[in-house]
């Protein structure tokens, strides 16, 4: 199977503890990600980092305040700042979650599910359109994992994300990891929810660990990819082909070398499905 333009590899979060490894090894790996609420800031040790990496690898920005569901009005002072970082960086692309993070100004720092309903689709959508009217450009959104439901919800979460990536031209990014916490949460099928998806919309995979309490699934970043997230994401290459890829992990951050190392299985597994499906 041949890779899309949009492909551009495997990839790895960046992290302050491993600023002065990435510039001493110049790691195999194709591209960052940068948290940009880290980086929006003038000058200073961490934007040195980042500047003298970017020269020598290609940069995804990730947000986590857009808060595209709440019903606040959109953040401006916020958008200026990414839209200056985005200047800078010229990355790849930009992306945020499809969720809310609190409403009367005040910020839960939790990424929140909506209703999946006709209103806020319309709402989100309206929002989506004015962000990248701003920025001049399309962005991403991400699914996140959820813990709560709500009465009003008409359709299924993957539905939701359709129509509102569909109305509002815009991109996925695909957490597989959170589709496999969400689905034990919340007792769907996560192979449902990949095939619901509209394939030509995905144009980047996360990959993170988790931590399995039983009853329940934390999406808690700070452990290796589990097995069957790693088989989630065989399922999902087997239906999207070749998408950029990414380990996501914030938390309990392991040397470099680990995380390459954890990148070097995704390398392998996608080779692996791909390949399979061309000479089948
Ligand atoms: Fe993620």
């Known amino acids: 199977m041949t890779a899309p333009d949009h492909f ?6 960046l992290r302050t503890e491993h600023f002065q490894d990435v510039l001493d090894t110049r790691p195999n790996l194709d591209w960052f990600e940068v948290v940009s609420e880290n980086f929006m800031i003038n000058g200073g040790k961490p934007k040195h980092y980042l500047h003298a990496i970017r020269e020598h690898y290609p940069m995804v920005m990730h947000g986590v305040s857009l808060s595209i569901g709440s019903t606040d009005p959109l953040d401006m002072n916020y958008l200026r700042q990414l839209k200056k970082l985005t200047n800078e960086l010229q990355p790849k692309w930009i992306s945020d979650h499809l969720c809310w993070t609190g409403n009367d100004h005040t910020n839960t720092h939790d ?8 209103e806020a689709i319309a709402h989100v959508v309206d929002r989506v359109k004015q962000v990248q009217d701003f920025l001049g450009r399309k962005i991403l959104l991400e699914n996140v994992s ?3 439901t709500y009465q009003n919800s008409e359709m299924t979460e993957w539905q939701f994300f359709n129509e509102i990536v569909n109305r509002a031209d815009c991109h996925i990014l695909l957490d597989i990891n959170n589709i496999y916490v969400s689905a034990r949460n919340h007792d769907f099928s996560a192979e ?10 995905v144009r980047q995979f996360h990959l993170a660990g988790h931590s399995d309490y039983g009853d329940y699934v934390i999406d808690t970043h700070d452990h290796a990819v589990a097995d069957p997230v790693w088989q989630l994401y065989r399922q999902a290459l087997k239906r999207f082909g070749w998408i950029s ?3 996501e992990r914030d938390d309990n951050i392991p040397p470099l070398q680990t995380l390459l190392n ?3 299985i995704a390398r392998e597994i996608a080779d692996k499905t791909l390949n399979q499906i061309n000479t089948s």
């Open 8 to 13: 551009i590899g495997f990839g790895l979060g």
């Open 111 to 118: 990424l929140l599910p909506l209703p999946y309903n006709e």
């Open 146 to 148: 959820s813990y709560l």
């Open 192 to 201: 449902s929810y990949l095939q619901g998806i509209d394939k030509d919309k």
């Open 245 to 247: 890829t990414m380990i």
């Open 262 to 264: 954890e990148l070097d």
